[in-house]
């Protein structure tokens, strides 16, 4: 009869209650468990992030790289609280005398007290790995995440510009890319390492997102109406951000290592800015590090455990947040 209303029968009722139900738990808002208390061990579930946070402070090889990285991180905020004088105050009287009281690490060709120079070296290098890491995370986290979501057309592109970028090798580009430009400061290495390096994320982003989509939560999100910006936030996002945050992770330690090769090769960080690198590149030259083995030593040591941290990190963070492991 015109007018009167649709009656929902039982298997539709059934089947949106279940969607809703379904969307609930994703969002921990779940109804509990019969005959459990909310406050008794154990009933409340736990997720990915906190069962993660759980492994890692049991992970000895998390709680050394977190602290080498928390003592890297305090020496580039402050390096005057471990060392205290100028490090482009450089004497060449001194150049290349060995270890002495008050210059634990001796000086460099020019003069420069090596232990000055690699503690304020510090500050570069961090400030390059983390800008460059959370840049590429960023733009290849959305790049992919977006191609993965909608797919068709958006997807093809982005596939066929990753694999243009993959194509370039990295040293090479920054090779041509920085020998072009005048002024190579932080930000401009830094805007390289960007550059060439979101297509990595973008493709792990991209297949994350196309497994979380497919999810029963999401369907049951889009099957109660919830629009593309809910989804993306509240349902895909938080579930397909661990591999990129692991990827990102591993991978500051090789911008880090990579900032270092390009100023050792002549084309990053210029004087007087200073640079591990720089100083290895330095060492390097006449072969002045055979009569005074400490100027090339101890920048190649502390980019060495720089590097290290970072990769120990990035694989204590993946051993948390992979189901597989546990």
Known sequence: MTGTPAIEGPDETAALAGAETEVERAEGRGPRSPGREPGERGQKGRSLWSDAWHDLRRNPVFLLAGLLIAFLVLISLWPGLIASQDPLSCRLGRSLDPSSA???????????????????????????????????????????????????????????????????PIVLGGLVFLSMTGSRSIWTVVSFIVLLGWPQVARIARGSVITAKQNDYVLAARALGAGTVRMMVRHILPNAIAPVIVTATIA???????????SYLGVGLQPPTVSWGADISAASQGMQFRNAPHILLYPAAALSLTVLAFIMLGDAVRDALDPKLR
């Open 102 to 168: 008050g210059h634990w690490f001796g000086f460099d060709t020019q003069g420069c007290d090596v232990y000055t120079r690699v503690v304020h070296g510090a500050r570069t290098s961090v400030t390059v790995g983390v800008c460059a890491t959370l840049g590429v995370a960023v733009l290849g986290s959305l790049l992919g995440g977006l191609a993965g979501f909608f797919g068709g057309m958006w997807d093809a592109i982005l596939s066929r510009v990753t694999d243009v970028f993959f194509g370039i």
């Open 252 to 262: 500051l330690g090789t911008y880090i290592s990579l900032e270092a090769t390009l």
